[in-house]
Structures are given as structure tokens and as C-alpha cells.
């Protein structure tokens, strides 16, 4: 957030919640259904006249031709579609000349029908469908409030989206079972459900009290082994081909453009939370009394945002970090990763230390040569996948090739050109 104070950014992100923390689901691990609480008396249903001031003020505050509404929850579905229908009038009611207006729109799938996904394909909503793998895994902690498991209905709606051809991606909760099963769930994501693009989330849950994470919680280790193993597939033959998020975040930082994603940008504060009375906090994360900003019913949406409040929350970020972590070698791709997970001391007593930091220096650790040479294919204005070949030329012929040969990948460069200029 290095702007002028007081300065409005020229874009920001909202992520807003309809229906506030309410859910059809009764997820473990689920960190937003204690918000609930909040909000004692709500009926958490958001009004239009809520509804269009998000609309109307984020498109007036955005000075990019691009803006992106994210519809969230809870589970917004709960909504019913009308209030969708609306919304998307509302949108065109107060588009500008040349603006490009994308919805988002994260779900359990539950109540997705045909109705649903004819509506997101006509209006091109980009959804995002929550699943944790294969029915086993997925079941372990995605439950209904009667207790019963959830996958047959989530795959169900797959098919559904599928069959409309509406754009999806996957969003998996990595948790301490489904983490010791890194293949298995990439590949039923990737070969049985044929996702074009996956987003894996650490599930990291603190106890009330201290800094101890409940057994849930998957371990830096585990979160480690997890990436790499997916990885060292995807690596192989997967490039161009699945989009896994996490790598496209990870290699921005290899490309010296980390914050393509909030967790890996040096500063934060312009992913913000609103929830469905208007009321507006400074991250989906930290919706809680300490970090309320305002209602954009009484101030306007852009002013909260570029607030003195909100500037120091995006700036602590940077300015909390430890030794360690200004000392680390991947400080340009990780930047200390969401300040909701630093919370440990490092190994001499320092606070601010991120609990997954074991696991993310070591994927990083293993994905770092692969991450240079396909940063360098992008520089060269080639594409990454062209990583594959190189890398597979590699395992069969090892110091074989001469520098003047004719690099085995198949790009007709001389071996000093090509994979050997990007392997010293």
C-alpha cells in the first residue's frame, strides 16, 4: 500500500458476503460461522439498497477498466438466485464506458441446479466450487448440519457446471488428512473431475487460547510435502495443461512480481470483507471488532478502504516481519505469507514467525530451479511449458549433452542457448 495517505487506491478487492457467516453446511473446520455472532438479531440476508451501494461505489472507486465483484459466504447460494439476477442489472445499471465487470462467486455446491449454472454461464461467472478431494478425504470434515457427508452432492454439481460449461475451479481445504494424500487429490481433481484449475488453502486453526493449532490443522511439514509432491507431477506433465494457483502465485515471486495473490504481496489491505448489512472490515480474515472500518451506508466504500486505519493494517505486514524472515533468501516470493498465520517465535525468540514457514521453505527450496528456468522461458517471451521437455531431457541424458549440441528439448537451440544457459 505505498500510496500517498489518504490517497484512494485505483483498485481494490471485495469479497462480499450475502448472507454473512450463515451456511447450509456444517464444515469443521470452517473459521467465518462464528461470525455469526456479530450479528445476534440479523436475519443475514443483504438488502438491494445494500446490494447496489457495494455495486455502485466499487465500480465508482476503481480507476482500472477492469473490476471483479467476488461474491462469498457463508454460502451465498442461500441468497436465491433472484438476488443474483438483480445484482447483475444493478452492474449494468452503473457500468462505465469500457469497463469490464467480472462476478466470482465461491460455493458449497449444495443447491446448484440447472436454473443455477445456466445463469452463471450467460453471465460468465467464474465460480469456485469447494471440494477436498476424493469422497474419503472430502467427507472427513465437509459435512451437512445432520452430520452427513457432502461429496455425492458436490460432485453432482460438478457435473452440472460442467454440463453448462460454465468456468470453475477448485477450491481445496488442505487439512492434516487429506495433506498426507497429495496425489490422490490431485489427480481426482485433475483426471477424474478434469479441473482446469486448482487452488489449494491451508487449513490452519488456532485454539482459543495460545498458539497451539487444533488437530485439524495441517502441519508445516505436512503443507511442505503436500505442495512438492503435487508439484513433481505437475511439473512433469501438467504445465499449461492444469492450472494449479498456488504455483502461477509462486512463480510471479520468481519473476519478481510477488502480490498476484494478497498472501504473497509485501503488504496487504486491498482484499477487504463486507458483510451483509454493509458493514465493512479490513480483511475476510479479521472480520472482528478491532478491525471494523465502517459501513458504506454512512462512508463511502473507497474512503474505508484508503483510511489511516486500513493503511496501517496493509503496512503491518511488511513492517512486523522478523530477522529471519528479511534475512531469508525467499523473502521476494513469500514475503512472511498472511499475517494471520504468524504467530510463532523464531528459534531465538522472536515473535511474528509464520507457522507454515518449515513447509514453505521447503517447497520453495525443491521448486526453485524449476521456477528460475521457467521464469526465464517467460522473460524470453516463450512459454512456460516449454519447462517439460527440458526437464525431461535432463533425467534421460545427464551431463551428456555438449554445449554446442542441439538442445534435446526439441527448441533447435544450441544446449548453451537453451536448457544449458537456464541449468547453471
Not at 439476477?85 to 469497463?99: D, P, S, Y
Request: proline fraction near 5%; aromatic fraction near 10%; charge should be neutral.
Amino acid at each position: 500500500m505505498s500510496r500517498p495517505d489518504g490517497e484512494a487506491p485505483p483498485a481494490f478487492h471485495v469479497m462480499a458476503k450475502p448472507t454473512g457467516a450463515q451456511c447450509n453446511l456444517d464444515c469443521a473446520y470452517c473459521f467465518y460461522r462464528t461470525k455469526e455472532g456479530l450479528y445476534p438479531d440479523s436475519n443475514f440476508r443483504m438488502t438491494d439498497e445494500v446490494m447496489e451501494e457495494y455495486i455502485r461505489q466499487t465500480i465508482e472507486g476503481h480507476h482500472v477498466p477492469h473490476v471483479t465483484f467476488a461474491w462469498q459466504g457463508g454460502e451465498p447460494t442461500q441468497m436465491g438466485l433472484d438476488f443474483f439476477r438483480r445484482a447483475v442489472g444493478v452492474q449494468k445499471k452503473h457500468a462505465k464506458t469500457k469497463t469490464r465487470i467480472e462476478n466470482t462467486f465461491q460455493t458449497n455446491g449444495i443447491l446448484l441446479d440447472d436454473e443455477w449454472c445456466r445463469f452463471f454461464h450467460d453471465n460468465a461467472f467464474l465460480v469456485g466450487l469447494s471440494m477436498d478431494g476424493p469422497g474419503e478425504l472430502h467427507d472427513v470434515y465437509r459435512r451437512d448440519r445432520r452430520g452427513r457427508g457432502t461429496f455425492d452432492r458436490v460432485l453432482k454439481a460438478t457435473r452440472l457446471l460442467q454440463k453448462h460449461h460454465v468456468e470453475f475451479n477448485i477450491l481445496c481445504a488442505v487439512n492434516s488428512t487429506n495433506a498426507d494424500h497429495p496425489l490422490e487429490v490431485y489427480r481426482f481433481f485433475r483426471d477424474e473431475l478434469g479441473a482446469p484449475y486448482i487452488q489449494f488453502i491451508p487449513i490452519v486453526e488456532r485454539e482459543e487460547e495460545g498458539n497451539t493449532v487444533t488437530d485439524r490443522s495441517v502441519r508445516p511439514e505436512q503443507w511442505g510435502r503436500f505442495l512438492t509432491r503435487v508439484f513433481d507431477e505437475w511439473i512433469r506433465r501438467d504445465v499449461g495443461r492444469t492450472f494449479v494457483l498456488n504455483f502461477d502465485w509462486a512463480l510471479a515471486g520468481w519473476l519478481g512480481r510477488a502480490g498476484t495473490v494478497c498472501v504473497f504481496g509485501p503488504t496487504c489491505g486491498l482484499e477487504v470483507a463486507l458483510e451483509h448489512n454493509g458493514d465493512l472490515y479490513s480483511c475476510d480474515h479479521f472480520v472482528e471488532p478491532d478491525h471494523f472500518l465502517g459501513n458504506i451506508l454512512t462512508t463511502p466504500l473507497a474512503e474505508l478502504v484508503s483510511s489511516e486505519q486500513q493503511r496501517r493494517f496493509g503496512a503491518a505486514k511488511r513492517d512486523t516481519l522478523p530477522r529471519q524472515c528479511r534475512e531469508c533468501g525467499f523473502l521476494a516470493v513469500c514475503n512472511g505469507e498472511c499475517p494471520k498465520n504468524r504467530f510463532i517465535e523464531t528459534p531465538d525468540g522472536e515473535a511474528g514467525l509464520n507457522y507454515l514457514c518449515e513447509g514453505y521453505k521447503a517447497f520453495f527450496s525443491h521448486a526453485d530451479r524449476p521456477m528460475q528456468m521457467m521464469a526465464d522461458l517467460l522473460r524470453q517471451g516463450r512459454s512456460a511449458d516449454e519447462v517439460m521437455p527440458m526437464l525431461a531431457a535432463e533425467r534421460k541424458a545427464p551431463g551428456r549433452v555438449g554445449r554446442n549440441d542441439p538442445c534435446p528439448c526439441g527448441s533447435g537451440l544450441k544446449y548453451k542457448k537453451c536448457c544449458g544457459r537456464m541449468s547453471r
